[in-house]
């Protein structure tokens, strides 16, 4: 009687164990964007228990649930998604982007914020905004959509570039921005072509001069070029022709008529 107790407890024990427990198994998935990039970082969770993970830098991800558990999925600026698993071994998850204006990533120098935190400090203008006013520079476009930004041209000279001031002028010299094209400082907007900008992002707070020291202290201007994106090849070309004259050229004297004059 007593070698069957220990084999009748443990059966006992078995038997309370919740039959979700005993059935779950290992589940992959992969999670991308509406473009097919993956997602990375995408946080996974398990409703109804503590199982969770986060995405590879391939979108991959692995978690022990069981076949009838559903799964929550979120990242930054796309809509949490739930998903059924259905006994599936392998998910195929596509994340939506989230349009709420407030909800927004901004860029803040070398890390991104909810725009809702920084409202005021920071002003965004997106490439295709700027491709809409067919203009043959980006500064020329960014006057009418960047508050609190003084965009001017004191010359109509051929080729002669914008001033631009974002917290007025705090020094006797150069009071110009320090623009920061893809990650590097330095350069300036006259030779980028506004339909390769992807998004131009001033950081007028002057607490970006605790990241480019010096140097930001007249405001940061970040611009982000458009980059190869995976999928059908699409050709477009945008042309356009200008050329300035004056509009009265006095009529000078050549030498003959200088030496008359003189004498």
Known sequence: MKKLQKPLMLLFLFCLLPLGALAQSLIKGTVNDENGEPVIGATIRVLGSNASTVTDLDGRFQVNAAP????????????????NVKGQKDLTVVMKSEDTTLNDVVVIGYGTMKK???????????????AKLNT??????????????QITQSSSQPGKGFSVTIRGKGTIGNSAPLYVID??????LDGINPADIESIDVLKDAASAAIYGARGANGVILVTTKQGKVGKIELSYNGSMGWSNAYKRPQLLNAQQYMTIMD
Request: zero cysteines; aromatic letters at 4%.
């Open 116 to 130: 809702k935190l920084v409202t005021g400090a920071t002003v965004q203008v997106k490439g295709d905004d700027i």
């Open 183 to 188: 990650g590097v400082p330095g350069g300036n």
């Open 68 to 83: 009838d558990a559903q799964l929550s999925i979120s990242y930054i600026g796309f809509g949490t998604q739930t998903v």
């Open 136 to 149: 043959t520079n980006a500064l020329e476009a960014m006057a009418s959509s960047s508050p609190g930004v």
